[in-house]
């Protein structure tokens, strides 16, 4: 299994510009979860998804913000407009809820974003 | 609110000498408490993790210890080396497979 992939590796944008980032979960999962890394406020959720549908957005900093999930084989977080203090690494996980299962979450290598 | 208190922040071991992480959660809702463990460049993985019906889960040189009335546990690295040295992060969930609360990060460093 190629695990969670996510695009691009790195970004480098301007502030004021739109960001996409990106997520294939691993095939068979269930759930996909959208994490932001800083080190002044760590590993924050921003987003969960069951089966596709949003279930938990409280996360989620502003209408700046948006998050989708089309099929249970991609995902994509916008930023739009972009500003500096969205500077972060941003994870996506996959998890397979079943009651004999690990409750393990797969992180990607995650999107490292620099916002100018 | 932070709902995942961890301690310490850094910690520093002789290589063969034990490590220990400490957190306390406020949520009683919380059924899952894993360790997850970050490379630098890395996402973090799953380490070892334990549901509070047992004080105790034991992986390897690896353990966790529950005490559920305190609404603390602890992980324990036995035997440390330096290919331990990593960033550590306690969280809790209500549920397995479901959303962790994160905390803040225990940066180990384990020298030769």
């Known amino acids: 299994d190629a695990g969670v992939i996510q695009s691009p590796r790195h970004e480098v944008t301007e502030m004021g510009q739109e960001v996409t980032l990106r997520c294939k979960p691993i095939s068979g999962h269930n759930s996909l979860f959208w994490y932001r890394q800083t080190m002044m406020r760590g590993l924050e959720l921003l987003i969960y998804?069951?089966?596709?549908?949003?279930i938990d957005d409280s996360g989620m900093p502003e209408d700046r913000f948006s998050a989708k999930m089309p099929n249970a084989s991609f995902s994509t977080l916008k930023i739009q407009p972009s500003e500096p203090r969205d500077s972060a690494v941003y994870f996506c996980?996959?998890?397979?809820?079943?009651?004999w299962g690990t409750g393990e979450l797969f992180f990607g290598e995650g999107s490292r974003l620099t916002v100018l | 609110q932070q709902q995942v208190k961890q301690s310490p922040q850094s910690l520093i071991v002789q290589k063969g000498g034990i490590s220990i992480i400490n957190c306390a959660y406020e949520n009683t809702a919380f059924d899952y408490f894993p360790w997850y463990q970050q490379f630098p460049g890395k996402g973090p993985a799953l380490l070892i993790a334990?549901?509070?019906?047992?004080s105790e889960k034991k992986e390897g040189r690896f353990t966790i210890s529950f005490n559920k009335s305190a609404k603390q546990f602890s992980l324990h690295i036995m035997d440390s080396q330096p290919g331990d040295s990593a960033t550590y992060f306690c969280a809790a969930s209500p549920a397995p497979a479901r959303q962790l609360t994160f905390g803040s990060g225990t940066q180990l460093t384990v020298l030769p």
């Open positions: 996980a996959s998890s397979l809820s079943r009651e």
């Open positions: 334990i549901r509070p019906d047992v």
């Open positions: 998804f069951n089966n596709n549908v949003p």
